[in-house]
C-alpha cells in the first residue's frame, strides 16, 4: 500500500512578501555608509599627507628656531607646537589663465606675488592665524636666468621670488622656500597661488562679499567706514589696485587684502558649514588660475577640521618692519626682533 503526502490546499505556502520600503531603505543606509566609510578614509589620507609634507628652507639664524630644541627667551621656555598646519596663500598680478610650460618658457615671467599670507591651523586651542607678508620684504631670493640655470642667490622684494620660475609648480616651490627662509625656516604644509583674476568669480560664488573700507577708495567712489558688499569687479580693484606715485601704497593695499580676506573666510566658513564640499567646488571653479599642491582628499581634511575651528575671529598680524625708498623703489625692512616675538607667539607654547 503506497503513502501519499498530505498537502495543503495550496500547492506551496505563500511566502512572506517584503515590504519594498525597506528594500530602499536598506540600500541608503549602505550607500550613506559607504560615503561616510570614503569620507573618513579620505580625511585620514588627507591629515597624513599634510603633516609628512611640510617643507621648510635652512635655518638662517643659528639654532634660536630649531623646531627640535626649545627657546629660552625673556624669563620663559617656549616649545615648538609640531601639531600646528602653516598654508602660503599667493596673490599673482596676473589676468592670465595658468602658462604652458616648454622649450620656450621663459623663466623670468612667472609674475609677481601681490599678496602673500601664511595660513596658521592651530589644532590645540582651534585657533587660525594668518600673517600678512607685504610683497616688498628684502629677503634671499633664488635668482636664475631666462632658461632655468641658477644664477645666484640674492637680497630682493619677496614678490619677485614668484616670477623666477615657470608660474606653475616651480614658481611656487621657489617663493615657499623663501618665505619659510624668512621665517627662520619654519615649515610650510602647503600653498595656494590664485591669479587675480579669480577674485570675481570666487567673489560672486559668494553672492558678494561685505567689507568696511579701512580707508577712501576713490577709485570706487566710497569713503573710509563705508560698508558695502562687492561684486567680483569691485571686489578684483579693491585687493588689486594701488596708487604707486604714493609712497608705501603696497602697505596701503595690504590693508584692504587683511579686510577682505577676513570677510571672505566668514562667509566661506558659514556656506561651509552647510555644505562641507563648497570649499572643493570653489576649487574647481578657478582651475585655469590656480596652483596648488593640496588634493583633494587634504582639502576635504582641512574643510572638515575647519567647521571646529575660530574662524570669525582669525588673529591677523603683519610683519613689523619699516618700508624705505631706496633709488627708484620700495624695500620692506623686517624688524628682526619683532620677527621673532611674531613667531614665538604664534608656533610656540610656553612651558614653563
Known sequence: MSTKVVKNKKEKKERKKINPIFIILGVLAAVILIVV???????????????????SAE????DFFDT??????????????KDIMTFLVLGIDTGNALP???????????????????FVMNPHDKTI?????????????????????????????????????????????????AVSGLMYGLPINGYVSIR??????????????????PSDFPELGLSAGTTVRLDGEQAYTFVKFRDVTVFNSAGARLENEKVYLKAFMKQVYDI???????????????LDYTVTDISIDEMMYLASEL????????KIYTLPGETQKVNAFEEFHVDEQGLKETILDIFYEITD
Open 272 to 286: 561651509t558649514k552647510t555644505n562641507i564640499t563648497f570649499p572643493v567646488g570653489m576649487y574647481q571653479q578657478i
Open 37 to 55: 566609510i570614503v569620507f573618513i578614509a579620505m580625511r585620514e589620507s588627507g591629515k597624513h599627507k599634510l603633516y609628512s609634507k611640510a617643507t
Open 68 to 81: 627640535e630644541k626649545d627657546i629660552e627667551y625673556n624669563g620663559h621656555t617656549y616649545h615648538y607646537n
Open 59 to 62: 635655518v638662517t639664524d643659528g
Open 196 to 213: 587675480m583674476h579669480a577674485i570675481a568669480t570666487l567673489n560672486d560664488m559668494l553672492g558678494g562679499v561685505e567689507v568696511t573700507l
Open 129 to 177: 592665524s594668518v600673517v600678512a607678508v607685504n610683497r616688498n620684504t628684502i629677503t634671499d631670493i633664488y635668482i636664475c636666468d631666462e632658461h632655468n640655470n641658477y644664477v645666484k642667490t640674492a637680497k630682493a622684494q619677496i614678490c619677485v621670488q614668484h616670477g623666477y620660475g615657470d608660474g606653475l609648480e616651480l614658481s611656487c616651490e621657489r617663493s615657499r622656500h
Open 100 to 118: 604652458t610650460v616648454d622649450e620656450n618658457t621663459n623663466y623670468h615671467q612667472g609674475g609677481q606675488s601681490d599678496a602673500i599670507f601664511l
Open 307 to 314: 567647521l571646529g575651528y575660530s574662524v570669525l575671529e582669525p
